[in-house]
């Protein structure tokens, strides 16, 4: 069962501290599916001495909930609480009623999305610069957001590093991510993580990062007004690119290839006739492996020509999980449909496939020479308003 606490009293109300220690979740009202058995965590790569540890339901996390005046409380709650129960926890400190108020993401660019009641771990479901607030059940419109969503991306000192430093600091992250990830996380995401009250974190994690990346890219290219210094950005992001595809990481590789195609950065067309003509090409090469025509082939085989270690494109795994988990009864007149089940669990089990081998020593050594290198690729600080970013594009070049 899950456990919240209460541990901090309300900043800006007159709410005093408590500690609570109660027990969430019944079980017995859950829904119930039948699932094939897999293992835990696929950690069969050596990768030196990972920093990263998977994330367990019993993982005590500190939530920060915020309301529309901006006046926040911190719960300390386990990863298995779920929303409908955080809810009633912050409502009581705020001295408001449960009944009118439901718990939401705010992302950056004001929209908000309520989470659902049985929804568990809510801190990595959060969009990359996402906060937790408790909103009138009769909101509407656009929340006024926190200045530490409204974030200015920091430059990155490229010029001091290498492209395949950087590249290699992505690959032993998405690594470290990726081994953390249990097959059982896919099969509950892709059939609806919300029914099984089950934690999702490290799949959360990885598929984030995904999104990170890409808001990383344009965010960096956008942020410079001057056009050499941005076609020098650009030209650094195809060469980590390239980098990120040999060492057979595809989720940062096709994070930075889909941050440079975002229109913020593909309109930029001074920015583009500076970089040069040998890397225009070699960038067109990669577009085309995002062709969506033939579901993905092109994607496909590519990914399934690669020895592992490998990275995969995990947007398209998940959605093929979800649609294998979406498009097949789970029951066939009465009897449980074990095609389904088969194809669920070797789809969730490519994890395990994907994450045996043994990484490059040139890897691990370049990533064990810039250590603070490495601190930066793991907290990048991105813009991942698509309205802003825009608005940054046409602010450098007008037409």
């Known amino acids: 069962p899950g456990h919240i606490i209460v541990f901090s009293s309300c900043r800006n109300s007159g709410c005093k501290m408590k500690f609570l220690n109660t027990s969430l979740n019944n079980s017995s009202s ?83 999305v309520p989470f659902r009641d049985m929804h568990v771990s809510l801190d990595s479901s959060l969009s990359v610069n996402g906060r937790i607030f408790i909103l009138p059940s009769d909101f509407t419109g656009r929340v006024h957001i926190l200045k530490a969503q409204d974030i200015l991306s920091a430059p990155f000192a490229f010029d001091k590093e290498s492209s395949k430093d950087i590249a290699s600091h992505l690959m032993l992250y998405s690594l470290e991510l990726l081994c953390n990830v249990s097959p059982r996380e896919v099969v509950y995401s892709a059939c609806g993580k919300h029914k099984f009250g089950k934690i999702t974190t490290n799949l959360d994690l990885i598929l984030r990062r995904f999104i990170e990346i890409q808001f990383w890219v344009t965010s960096e290219v956008c942020g410079s007004p001057d056009v050499a210094v941005r076609a020098r950005i650009l030209s650094k992001f195809i060469k980590i690119a390239m980098h990120c595809k040999s060492f057979n990481d595809l989720n940062s590789f096709f994070a930075i290839v889909f941050g440079i195609m975002n229109g913020a950065v593909s309109r930029l067309k001074n920015t583009w006739e500076k970089v040069p003509t040998k890397l225009r090409r070699k960038f067109e090469s990669f577009e085309t492996l995002t062709d969506p025509s033939r579901n993905h082939r092109a994607i496909r085989l590519y990914q399934g020509s690669l020895l592992p270690p490998v990275i995969p494109f995990m947007p398209l795994l998940l959605k093929d999980a979800t649609i294998i988990c979406e498009g097949n009864e789970t029951y066939i007149d009465g009897l449980v449909n074990f095609e389904k089940m088969r194809m669920l669990s070797a789809k969730a089990s490519l994890l395990k496939q994907f994450s045996h081998g043994i990484l490059d020593s040139e890897l691990l050594s370049a990533t064990s020479r810039t250590p603070e290198l490495g601190h930066a690729v793991r907290n990048l600080k991105v813009i991942d308003n698509q309205r802003t970013l825009t608005h940054m594009s046409h602010s450098i070049e007008k037409k």
């Open 30 to 112: 859950r829904p119930k599916t039948v699932l094939s058995v897999f293992a835990g965590g696929s950690q069969d790569v050596n990768i030196g001495n990972p920093t990263l540890q998977p994330c367990l339901h019993t993982d005590q996390v500190t939530l920060d909930i915020h309301t529309v005046d901006h006046q926040s409380c911190q719960l300390v709650v386990t990863r298995s609480a779920c929303a409908k129960d955080i809810q009633y926890h912050v409502t009581k400190e705020l001295g408001l009623p449960s009944s009118d108020y439901q718990l939401c993401e705010v992302k950056s660019s004001g929209e908000y």
